[in-house]
């Protein structure tokens, strides 16, 4: 039997991934015998390339991936190990070259079912169609004389609907990708229809404080209910919704990539009518940037799920770049409000400010925790992550104390009441997630508890969200 340089041989690195898919796996289509058989049919065919098993099965289970969520996860817990397996033959532990690895990855795929167990190419058709569906909707209100470079009204139209336009086809997506019933799939769609009609209903008076608010939440809302879709009958499993928050900021770098190409794509469009004297400015921003920007949310999902390497490398790397400088900016600049005294008569655009910086380093420090090892043993860069929780956290007490000050002296607003139930909902969730850290950097907790903390806290988000839809207008007079 063939030993790997951990010791184990590869009857047993094929029954650890056989028990984490029985503990993770709840979705049962294939079976977990067809799984197995598929991957041992790909692991001859590598094997047959020179790559030893170990090389072999970690290669092929990530292959599996695109086919079963659990294997996912198990590979990207695991894809590290490729680059420490020794080569055949080798004594002295030397690893096999890279570019033998990398060759190895392009060997053929000797399953023709795509995620989902669909073909690639018919999986491919499909997001072209949904991401095309996406393109023209934006256009779609036009034919009832709604202009998207409008007047007022019509482009607050746009902006509190431009998220129904394509984030119901990314839903739709993944229902089709996971397979759901006709009953999950109207189950899903309640929350979408629900934030259609709470947005176009209300009278708003126009750019009102209620209107903007819904203008905010909505995306909110249905992102998280894109998450449900995104993760199917795996919503219970921390590690899951894990998943859904590494694809969250996946498909950001992968979206801000294709902006910059259509950005790109667009000047030179607009340059070469130029030079034949025709003006494309109608055709730059009527069509190819309001019809590309919602498209390329579709294909941009579509390209994390099938290329996830490249987005996987980036993720962390950006973590570790800009946790430092945002912990010491915060820092600083609480520094300063402190010997300036300023914090006591904080304007309203100033509070805003704060939220966003708040709500960037609760990303970050989502990010960073997806993309961590959560066995891997607390260092240095743990150690700025908390620091830069505890001063968001800081933060927020100031922005807390401002807000109650502007309540108690002018009353509640729309405004102030969201600003206040939200800074409510991220102190709570940094506070906490302090005392998590610091327990693991001490040895007396584990790193997996703030995972399923930040995690299990997700739905508290789509719920205050729903909230100030729903509620928040009629509260406060639609304005």
């Given at each position: 039997?063939?030993?790997?340089?951990?010791?184990?041989?590869?009857?047993?690195?094929?029954?650890?991934?056989?028990?984490?898919?029985?503990?993770?796996r709840?979705i049962?289509?294939?079976?977990?015998?067809?799984?197995?058989g598929?991957?041992?049919?790909q692991?001859?065919?590598?094997?047959?390339?020179?790559?030893?098993?170990?090389?072999?099965?970690?290669?092929?289970?990530?292959?599996?991936?695109?086919?079963?969520?659990?294997?996912?996860?198990?590979?990207?817990?695991?894809?590290?190990?490729?680059?420490?397996?020794?080569?055949?033959?080798?004594?002295?532990?030397?690893?096999?070259?890279?570019?033998?690895?990398?060759?190895?990855l392009?060997v053929?795929?000797?399953?023709?079912?795509?995620?989902?167990?669909?073909d690639?190419?018919?999986?491919?058709?499909?997001?072209?169609?949904?991401?095309?569906?996406?393109?023209?909707s934006?256009?779609?209100?036009?034919?009832?004389?709604?202009?998207?470079?409008?007047?007022?009204?019509?482009?607050?139209?746009?902006?509190?609907?431009?998220?129904?336009?394509?984030?119901?086809?990314?839903?739709?997506?993944f229902?089709?990708?996971?397979?759901?019933?006709?009953?999950?799939?109207?189950?899903?769609?309640?929350?979408?229809?629900?934030?259609?009609?709470?947005a176009?209903?209300f009278?708003?008076?126009?750019?009102?404080?209620t209107?903007?608010?819904t203008?905010?939440?909505?995306?909110i809302?249905?992102?998280?209910?894109?998450?449900?879709?995104y993760?199917?009958?795996?919503?219970?499993?921390?590690?899951?919704?894990?998943?859904?928050?590494r694809?969250?900021?996946?498909?950001?770098?992968?979206?801000?990539?294709?902006?910059?190409?259509?950005?790109?794509?667009?000047?030179?469009?607009?340059?070469?009518?130029a030079?034949?004297d025709?003006?494309?400015?109608?055709?730059?921003?009527?069509?190819?940037?309001?019809?590309?920007?919602l498209?390329?949310?579709?294909?941009?999902?579509?390209?994390?799920?099938?290329?996830?390497?490249?987005?996987?490398?980036?993720?962390?790397?950006?973590t570790?770049?800009?946790?430092?400088?945002?912990?010491?900016?915060?820092?600083?600049?609480?520094?300063?409000?402190?010997?300036?005294?300023?914090?006591?008569?904080?304007?309203?655009d100033?509070?805003?400010?704060?939220?966003?910086?708040?709500?960037?380093v609760?990303?970050?420090?989502?990010?960073?925790?997806?993309?961590?090892?959560?066995?891997?043993?607390?260092?240095?860069?743990d150690?700025?992550q908390?620091?830069?929780?505890?001063?968001?956290i800081?933060?927020?007490?100031?922005?807390?104390a401002?807000?109650?000050?502007?309540?108690f002296?002018?009353?509640?607003s729309?405004?102030?009441?969201?600003?206040?139930?939200?800074?409510?909902?991220?102190?709570?969730?940094?506070?906490?997630?302090?005392?998590?850290?610091?327990?693991?950097l001490?040895?007396?907790?584990?790193?997996?508890?703030?995972?399923?903390?930040?995690?299990?806290?997700?739905?508290v988000?789509a719920?205050?969200?729903?909230?100030?839809?729903a509620?928040?207008?009629?509260?406060?007079?639609?304005?």
């Amino acid at each position: 039997m063939n030993k790997e340089a951990n010791g184990d041989t590869l009857e047993d690195q094929i029954a650890r991934w056989r028990a984490y898919l029985r503990r993770r796996r709840t979705i049962q289509t294939p079976s977990l015998e067809e799984l197995e058989g598929r991957l041992r049919d790909q692991m001859a065919a590598l094997q047959d390339t020179g790559l030893t098993g170990g090389e072999a099965f970690l290669i092929a289970v990530k292959r599996m991936g695109s086919i079963d969520a659990a294997t996912r996860e198990f590979g990207r817990a695991h894809a590290g190990q490729l680059w420490e397996q020794p080569a055949a033959g080798d004594d002295t532990g030397r690893s096999l070259p890279l570019l033998k690895r990398a060759l190895a990855l392009l060997v053929p795929d000797s399953s023709d079912d795509g995620p989902g167990g669909s073909d690639p190419r018919t999986e491919a058709v499909v997001v072209l169609g949904l991401a095309t569906v996406a393109a023209l909707s934006i256009k779609a209100p036009e034919l009832f004389g709604i202009r998207l470079w409008g007047s007022g009204d019509d482009m607050m139209f746009y902006s509190r609907n431009v998220s129904l336009f394509v984030l119901p086809l990314l839903a739709g997506y993944f229902v089709w990708k996971r397979g759901f019933d006709v009953v999950r799939s109207l189950l899903l769609a309640a929350p979408f229809a629900a934030a259609a009609v709470f947005a176009n209903v209300f009278p708003f008076e126009t750019a009102g404080s209620t209107e903007m608010l819904t203008v905010i939440h909505v995306p909110i809302l249905l992102w998280l209910a894109v998450g449900a879709a995104y993760l199917g009958d795996r919503w219970r499993s921390a590690g899951a919704r894990m998943d859904f928050v590494r694809f969250s900021g996946e498909l950001f770098i992968y979206y801000v990539l294709i902006a910059l190409g259509g950005g790109v794509f667009t000047v030179l469009t607009w340059g070469m009518f130029a030079l034949v004297d025709l003006d494309a400015t109608a055709l730059a921003t009527e069509w190819l940037l309001p019809c590309g920007a919602l498209g390329a949310v579709i294909v941009g999902a579509w390209l994390v799920e099938t290329r996830q390497s490249l987005a996987g490398n980036i993720a962390p790397m950006l973590t570790r770049v800009f946790t430092p400088p945002f912990a010491v900016m915060l820092l600083v600049f609480l520094g300063v409000m402190v010997w300036t005294g300023r914090w006591t008569d904080l304007e309203r655009d100033v509070l805003i400010v704060f939220d966003l910086l708040l709500v960037l380093v609760l990303g970050l420090l989502l990010f960073s925790v997806s993309a961590r090892d959560p066995k891997a043993p607390g260092g240095a860069f743990d150690v700025m992550q908390l620091l830069l929780v505890v001063v968001a956290i800081a933060v927020d007490v100031f922005a807390l104390a401002a807000i109650a000050g502007r309540i108690f002296e002018f009353g509640f607003s729309a405004n102030k009441t969201a600003a206040l139930g939200e800074n409510v909902i991220l102190l709570v969730n940094l506070a906490w997630s302090v005392w998590l850290y610091a327990r693991f950097l001490l040895g007396r907790g584990s790193f997996s508890s703030l995972e399923r903390w930040q995690t299990g806290y997700l739905p508290v988000h789509a719920v205050w969200a729903g909230f100030v839809i729903a509620a928040f207008p009629p509260l406060f007079g639609y304005l």
